[in-house]
């Protein structure tokens, strides 16, 4: 059974930090490329990072370049993501997603929210 668990959100005032992290199981974690995505009400869900399977390469929305840092544990099958200096428009629902593009086969997570508030 494929899971996908993110944990680590919550309220943190405008320019706190943050740190999300995803346990995964029930499939190759090293074989997937990672992402985290986010999502607001009435918004599409948006990329906001993402990590190759070999933690080789990284990207970045441009909205988060210099204060977010997307990484990955591949003997703990687990990804993390470093938020800093926060701003309110990073409130959303933060969702873990892992994708394989040789098979078409991508999970989600069921998301944790995160409130940039003061």
């Known amino acids: 059974q494929v899971q996908l668990v993110e944990s680590g959100g919550g309220l943190v005032q405008p320019g706190g930090s943050l740190k999300l992290s995803c346990a995964t199981s029930?499939?190759?974690?090293?074989?997937?490329?990672m992402n985290w995505y986010r999502q607001t009400p009435g918004k599409e869900r948006e990329l906001v990072a993402g990590?190759?399977?070999?933690?080789?390469?990284?990207n970045y929305a441009d909205s988060v370049k210099g204060r977010f840092t997307i990484s990955r544990d591949n003997a703990k099958n687990t990804i993390y993501l470093q938020m800093n200096s926060l701003e309110p428009e990073d409130t959303a629902v933060y969702y873990c997603?892992?994708?394989?593009?040789?098979?078409?086969?991508?999970?989600w997570g069921q998301g944790t929210q995160v409130t940039v508030s003061s």
């Open positions: 990590i190759s399977r070999a933690a080789g390469s990284t």
């Open positions: 997603n892992a994708r394989r593009m040789i098979t078409r086969t991508e999970y």
């Open positions: 029930g499939f190759t974690f090293s074989a997937y490329a």
